[in-house]
Antibody
Framework: QLQLQESGPGLVKPSETLSLTCTVS??????????WGWIRQPPGKGLEWIGS???????YYNPSLKSRVTISVDTSKNQFSLKLSSVTAADTAVYYC????????????????WGQGTLVTVSS | EIVMTQSPATLSVSPGERATLSCRAS??????LAWYQQKPGQAPRLLIY???TRATGIPARFSGSGSGTEFTLTISSLQSEDFAVYYC?????????FGQGTKLEIK
């Protein structure tokens, strides 16, 4: 059964870079059938897709965050990572990683499964 | 960007009754729509994809319908474990977008 687990610092200072890693177990991140994505959820609010990556390194980013986001993949470690630069308090959120399939008519499909999420607080 | 709008924001229903949640897209997403359930402190769980196909292990009391811009999630005979927040998500276009959620609470 595929599982995803987020890891990284729970506290980041304003203007610094948030860095998280998602470790995939029970399956290969190098599968040609899937993208690997990051989604975040500010406390008490809804879900926002941040971006996704294919095992080859191809990326899709949310235009609202694109200037600050970098997503990378390390197939040797079965991991993918998120970097969000110049963070502010508005970036405080639970960050989830999730898998989504290729091949739906829009190019990608639904998210399943999800990691348990990790809370990142931006504060000095 | 496709904007997803869910209604109502909060829905109060008694256990055993039916709940109907709505999701509207700002432009057609065909049938490229998913529904998720989220309970406090948990990650979202996939319920429905392709607008109407139940995900693995999802009880038959959950059903989805619609296409284009109007979608509905129906939960027949609500169980105690169904009270949660529900989100719709379109995957017809990048960027992928979610609705703001409907909180289903016990009446």
């Amino acid at each position: 059964q595929l599982q995803l687990q987020e890891s990284g610092p729970g506290l980041v200072k304003p203007s610094e870079t948030l860095s998280l890693t998602c470790t995939v177990s029970g399956g290969s991140i190098s599968s040609s059938s899937y993208y690997w994505g990051w989604i975040r959820q500010p406390p008490g609010k809804g879900l926002e897709w941040i971006g996704s990556i294919y095992y080859s390194g191809s990326t899709y980013y949310n235009p609202s965050l694109k200037s600050r986001v970098t997503i990378s993949v390390d197939t040797s470690k079965n991991q993918f990572s998120l970097k969000l630069s110049s963070v502010t308090a508005a970036d405080t959120a639970v960050y989830y990683c999730a898998r989504h399939r290729l091949g739906c008519s829009g190019g990608s499909c639904w998210f399943d499964p999800w990691g348990q999420g990790t809370l990142v607080t931006v504060s000095s | 960007e496709i904007v997803m709008t869910q209604s109502p924001a909060t829905l109060s229903v008694s256990p055993g009754e039916r709940a109907t949640l709505s999701c509207r897209a700002s432009q057609s997403v065909s049938s490229n729509l998913a529904w998720y359930q989220q309970k406090p402190g948990q990650a979202p769980r996939l319920l429905i994809y392709g607008a109407s196909t139940r995900a693995t292990g999802i009880p038959a009391r959950f059903s989805g319908s619609g296409s284009g811009t109007e979608f509905t999630l129906t939960i027949s005979s609500l169980q105690s474990e169904d009270f949660a927040v529900y989100y719709c998500q379109q995957y017809n276009n990048w960027p992928l977008t979610f609705g703001q959620g409907t909180k289903l609470e016990i009446k």
